[in-house]
């Protein structure tokens, strides 16, 4: 099972949705249990709570309000790819639970981790 905790993601795609490259997701994880939360862009505050399988894969719902004031609602399926340097790419197949109950896919990817000097992802 993928450790999620601690995982910091941005989106690098997203079809019919409102969270933008300025949004920034900070994932925890204890158990199965997966909690992130969201904002920046768009979206003032926003918050997942989902379930991971032995495979990485989360299934979890969401709640966001936006610069607009409004609450959207949400459910998605996320698949993860683990990239050759070794973070994190999400797949995320999701639908609106509220407004018009439209669906989309998006694409996070983990922001490089500071790491100790000397570490390749350490921006040096």
Same mark, same amino acid.
């Given at each position: 099972?993928?450790?999620?905790?601690? $995982?910091?993601?941005?989106?690098?795609?997203?079809?019919?949705? *409102?969270?933008?490259?300025? #949004?920034?997701?900070?994932?925890?994880?204890?158990? $199965?249990?997966?909690? !992130?939360?969201?904002?920046?862009?768009?979206?003032?505050? =926003?918050?997942?709570?989902?379930?991971?399988?032995? &495979?990485?894969?989360? &299934?979890? !719902?969401?709640?966001?309000?936006?610069?607009?004031? *409004?609450? $959207? #609602?949400?459910?998605?399926? #996320?698949?993860? *790819?683990?990239?050759?340097?070794?973070?994190?790419?999400?797949?995320?197949?999701?639908?609106?639970? !509220? =407004?018009?109950?439209?669906?989309?896919?998006?694409?996070?990817?983990? &922001?490089? !981790?500071? =790491?100790?000097?000397?570490?390749?992802?350490?921006?040096?």
């Amino acid at each position: 099972m993928i450790n999620y905790d601690g $995982r910091v993601f941005r989106p690098v795609s997203n079809e019919n949705g *409102e969270v933008g490259a300025d #949004t920034v997701f900070v994932y925890r994880q204890t158990g $199965r249990i997966v909690t !992130s939360t969201y904002s920046g862009g768009s979206i003032q505050v =926003g918050h997942l709570l989902g379930l991971v399988d032995d &495979e990485g894969r989360i &299934e979890f !719902s969401y709640h966001q309000v936006n610069t607009a004031g *409004e609450l $959207r #609602t949400g459910v998605c399926r #996320t698949t993860p *790819e683990v990239l050759p340097d070794g973070r994190l790419r999400l797949h995320e197949e999701w639908r609106w639970t !509220s =407004g018009d109950g439209s669906s989309g896919r998006s694409v996070l990817e983990e &922001e490089p !981790s500071p =790491g100790p000097i000397g570490d390749p992802r350490a921006g040096e």
